[in-house]
């Protein structure tokens, strides 16, 4: 079925008319920080929660379901993404409020809003937000982290539907957070979060988002196309740290490089395809198993399919071999 057909059989079977966008063949890639990547099958952004549940359960049961926040950590493929990809846009999701020492905030709520709204009202322990590039539905799937700080640390609540349409209100219990993940249902789609803050000073934890945006900015090349983090750090050591080792800094596949300046960061310096990026990501993880014997684990999420149906194998590269 078609991008066209499918709307269509939304369309027809949905309990009530889907108030949201349905847009078939949609472009990706200007959604993406890589800016790489092919269309989707369907583009569906709902109106809101209600129009999310709508919608899901209108969905023939063997379609898949791929969620785009602000796609910061994500590579989408040059085949583009099979079945319906939903993007939880600002405005319906960006919700941001506060009560007493807890934050609601909506799915697609930048993380660093989310800092921000908590130094205003004088709540510490959010500052860590300020680091972690991307929206909080994509950051509490992973349960992201930086600057000494976790989703896990300040979870209070979830609110998620199922891909039946179904809502779900999870407890930290019911998110099993360990290291960059979270063990809830694969189908589960977050569309709210509650986090705790603590009483504090707002001059105090704005110094200290600076803080923060100074250090990224300085070590991390954050004005570049990118990804964030593209590997795991694996237990006792550092992903950059086995990545410099392996003599991958600088390293190119077409246009796609390893960052200079933090080497566990790919970059898009202009032309790169998605396929670039990818076979660049596993020439790396090549190189650093044969220096080292660690196999890095991707943290960025690759999606999509292949133009060909080809795999991604690693670039050899004669003049280091």
Known sequence: ?????????????????????????????NFTWFRTGGPADVLFVPADEADLAVGLAALPADVPVTVLGL?????????GVPGV??????????MIAVDGDNIRAGAGAADVKVARAAADASLAGLAFLRGIPGAIGGALKMNAGAYGGEVKDRFVSARALDRAGRLHVLSAADMGFSYRHTAVPPDFIFTEVTFSGTPGDKDVILAEMDAITASREATQPVKSRTGGSTFKNPPG????????AAGCRGLQVGGAQVSELHCNFLINT?????ADVERLGETVRARVLATSGIRLEWEIERIGRM????AIEPFIDTAAA
């Open 270 to 274: 202009g032309g790169a395809t998605a």
């Open 1 to 29: 079925m078609d991008g066209q057909g499918l709307i269509a059989a939304m369309q027809s079977v949905a309990a009530t008319p889907l108030r949201g966008t349905l847009t078939p063949d949609a472009p990706l890639a």
């Open 307 to 310: 133009p060909d149906g080809t």
């Open 237 to 244: 050591d550092k992903a950059w740290r086995l990545v410099d």
């Open 71 to 79: 796609a910061s950590n994500v590579l989408v493929r040059d085949g």
């Open 85 to 94: 990809v939903i993007r939880l846009s600002a405005r319906p999701f960006g």
